[in-house]
């Protein structure tokens, strides 16, 4: 039934109802008031008729207004709420009803029609009232419940100490390079499908990528050698199928320990199922010299920026230093003077001017 065919069903119905309603109103107050008309007994009816007709008229007229239409309405705003929007309001509807209960104790004993009516529209004011309270505070109450969440499945951290590797850390070698230093203070854990992984990436028939492959060979081999921690080799049920990343998390979860990575894909996904990242970019960039607006310093440009006069050269610690006006210094070492820092999320980037002699 189409919605023309249900809001003219509901017209009807909603204006036989209010003929009826009028007609019972009118024999009830309407006929007593006259007595005294006893040749014009047909009066009162003809009155009560009008009425009813009149009754009749606006509830078809104003049927859709109070029905169907809000009905509608909210259906659509539901279906186009986001699932949170709408998991916080049932939460909100619910809690403002059961405060409402315990309100609606003391005002039930008013006197007269206030104890009957009273207790019903202050639960559902205090339904809407928290509703869109936390509707209002919504990022505030998703992170209260995502807290409370992670703090019943955020791994805890385990005796042993032990830290995940995954695919992309090996490759990359500064695994090799941490270790030595002391900061990771348990063993270096490498999954079976890890292994197999870097096998096939050193198999590859691209000669890059059988280079990064052999490369993160030789860096599992440093670490075994050379590693001031031990390295150890984990055989993870797979299953027989399942992504690299997902198959990572899952185990990280299982023996409760962090992931090294730099995958800033394997951080996110790891981020939001509460397992904790050791990320080495971060650590990379936390890790870098800090240089302020006005420093001095030493360095060569030793290629051309993307704007038109800018030289780009490199301090020790590989941050970029963008040399405005430095084009014409391109193979020279040249002092300049730090006039902006700039933090992306590829890394810290440094604008400066050369130096006035």
């Known amino acids: ?203 590859s028939a691209d000669p890059l990528r059988r280079g990064r492959g052999r490369r993160g060979l030789d860096i599992l081999d440093r670490l075994h050698k050379d590693s001031a921690i031990p390295l150890e080799s984990h055989e993870a049920d797979t299953n027989g199928a399942g992504d690299v990343d997902a198959l990572l998390v899952s185990l990280a979860r299982t023996l409760q320990c962090p992931i090294v990575t730099d995958d800033y894909n394997l951080n996110r996904v790891a981020g939001l199922q509460g397992v904790k990242v050791l990320n080495i970019n971060d650590l990379a960039n936390a890790v870098k010299s800090s240089v302020l607006p006005g420093e001095e310093l030493t360095l060569k440009v030793i290629q051309e920026g993307k704007e038109v006069g800018q030289g780009v050269g490199y301090l020790p610690d590989g941050t970029m230093v963008v040399v405005e006006n430095g084009r014409g210094s391109l193979g020279n070492t040249v002092t300049v003077t730090v006039s902006r820092v700039l933090q992306t999320v590829a890394g810290r980037m440094v604008f400066a001017q050369p130096k006035s002699s």
């Open 1 to 203: 039934m189409t919605v023309a065919r249900i809001e003219m069903v509901l017209r009807f119905v909603g204006g036989a109802v209010a003929a009826l309603g009028a007609w019972e109103i009118g024999q009830s107050f309407v006929l007593p008031s006259f007595p005294f008309l006893s040749s014009w007994d047909y009066l009162p009816y003809v009155i009560i008729g009008i009425a009813a007709g009149l009754a009749f008229v606006v509830a078809f007229a104003l049927a859709p207004t109070f029905s169907t239409r809000p009905f509608f309405w909210l259906r659509r705003r539901a279906t186009e709420m986001p699932a949170v929007d709408v998991l916080i309001a049932a939460v909100g509807i619910v809690v403002g009803l059961l405060v409402g209960v315990l309100v609606s104790i003391p005002l039930s004993f008013l006197p007269w029609y206030l104890g009957r009516f009273l207790p019903i529209v202050a639960s559902l004011l205090l339904a809407y009232l928290v509703m869109t309270t936390l509707l209002a505070h919504k990022k505030e109450f998703v992170q209260v419940v995502r807290r409370a969440r992670d703090s019943r499945v955020a791994p805890l951290p385990s005796d042993s100490g032990r830290v995940l590797v995954d695919t992309s850390s090996i490759i990359d070698g500064r695994i090799a390079d941490i270790s030595q230093t002391g900061f990771l203070s348990g063993p270096l854990v490498v999954p079976r499908f890890v292994l197999d992984v870097l096998q096939h990436v050193a198999d």
